[in-house]
């Protein structure tokens, strides 16, 4: 967290993704508005069955986000 953004302020989000393996997307995001940062933030994002067990992200996504 860096600033508040208000009610009405238009923001704009831009991701990166940062990894990319099988079972695990990495990302980094920043917030701003009028170009100035707002928030900036790291994520990661796995996939997991009814068990609560990683399993591989969609081969359809992966092919995607590698262009």
């Known amino acids: 967290y860096?600033?508040?953004a208000k009610l009405d302020d238009i923001v704009?989000?831009?991701?990166?993704?940062?990894s990319l393996t099988r079972t695990r997307l990495g990302a980094e995001q920043i917030?701003?508005?009028n170009k100035?940062?707002?928030v900036k933030l790291h994520i990661e994002?796995?996939?997991?069955?009814h068990r609560g067990k990683p399993k591989r992200l969609p081969e359809?996504?992966?092919q995607?986000?590698?262009g």
């Open 2 to 4: 860096i600033a508040p």
């Open 12 to 18: 704009t989000i831009e991701t990166c993704i940062t």
């Open 31 to 33: 917030i701003t508005v």
């Open 36 to 38: 100035q940062p707002m």
């Open 45 to 49: 994002v796995v996939v997991i069955n």
């Open 60 to 62: 359809n996504i992966v």
């Open 64 to 66: 995607q986000l590698r």
